[in-house]
């Protein structure tokens, strides 16, 4: 009954992108190239818990890993790195030393996400993590035991739609 509910929830929701979690982004990256043929990942950037205004269970900590993500015609692929402080990102690694699929994320408007954050929240998924950027809400909820990952909802601001336009654009 439970995964009915969530399936229910997320059917209507576009996905978004696949997350791994890695000991070693570097390493993940000659990987996706080496393996999968896929290039074109970005250098990846240090990103600050803080200056999100991030939050883990519902506290603004002093977190930072390294990110980089890519298009894949579908599809993002994320990359992301622990480097310092607590974060959802941190746990994974502690309880997966190797690293793995740690979050699927799924997208719509903005206008939308309340909707879905409540539905999520009513079926009893608790929020790890909260960012509102000027290019997107996101919620990321704890469906570990149902789905076997994190699951995010994404609501995509106005600008939000023409920073991921340019984003599926194939790198030069």
């Known amino acids: 009954m439970i995964m009915k509910a969530i399936t229910k929830t997320i059917a209507g ?47 603004v900590v002093s977190a930072e890993w390294l990110a980089t993500q890519t298009y894949n ?6 990359l992301i790195q622990p480097v310092s402080g607590q974060s959802m990102f941190q746990d994974y690694l502690d309880l997966h030393p190797s690293g793995g699929v740690q979050h699927i994320a799924y997208r719509l408007p903005v206008a939308g996400f309340e909707r879905i954050v409540a539905d999520l929240r009513g079926q009893g998924y608790a929020v790890i993590t909260e960012v509102n950027h000027p ?24 600008e939000g739609w023409a920073a991921i336009e340019q984003m599926e654009k194939p790198r030069a």
């Open 73 to 78: 015609g579908s599809t993002f692929i994320e």
């Open 13 to 59: 929701l576009e996905l978004a992108q696949i997350a791994w979690v890695v000991r070693d982004i570097n390493a993940a990256v000659e990987f996706f190239a080496n393996a999968m043929g896929i290039v074109d990942f970005p250098r990846p950037e240090a990103v600050r818990a803080q200056d999100l205004g991030l939050t883990y269970y519902g506290q």
């Open 135 to 158: 290019i997107a809400r996101m919620a990321f909820f704890d469906t570990y035991q149902a789905l076997g990952v994190v699951t995010e909802i994404m609501g995509i601001t106005p």
